[in-house]
């Protein structure tokens, strides 16, 4: 079963950055496709980013497109999400979530991740 924590949310002001964190454990990291979601209050759960099992592919939604940037340690079994210039509607809570299945592209939509963190608050002031 493999179990995911984020770190490194916070508050900060528009035009920030923060660098958030997905701490992999009880998997195999390598073999893990990983991505971040995230969820506004009274919005559904959006994908922001993913990253395959390499590192090698990655997707992101437009809203991040330029801003953000997905990477991954697979020797620290972690994962991070640069985001750079924030916006004051990037205030959400972000989660982190993985699944073990192989795809050709990097999936974008919640169904093909099983493994969730409990996620971290983001809010940026303007």
């Known amino acids: 079963q493999v179990q995911l924590v984020e770190s490194g949310g916070g508050l900060v002001q528009a035009g920030g950055s923060l660098r958030l964190s997905c701490a992999a454990s009880g998997g195999t990291f390598s073999s893990l496709t990983m991505g971040w979601f995230r969820q506004a209050p009274g919005k559904a759960r959006e994908f922001v980013a993913g990253?395959?099992?390499?590192?090698?592919?990655?997707a992101y939604a437009d809203s991040a497109k330029g801003r953000f940037t997905i990477s991954r340690d697979n020797g620290k079994n972690t994962a991070y999400l640069q985001m750079n210039s924030l916006k004051p509607e990037d205030t959400a809570v972000y989660y982190c979530?993985?699944?073990?299945?192989?795809?050709?592209?990097?999936?974008?939509?919640?169904?093909?991740?099983?493994?969730w963190g409990q996620g971290t608050q983001v809010t940026v002031s303007s």
């Open positions: 990253m395959s099992r390499s590192g090698a592919t990655t």
């Open positions: 979530a993985a699944d073990q299945k192989f795809r050709i592209a990097v999936a974008v939509s919640m169904a093909s991740y099983a493994y």
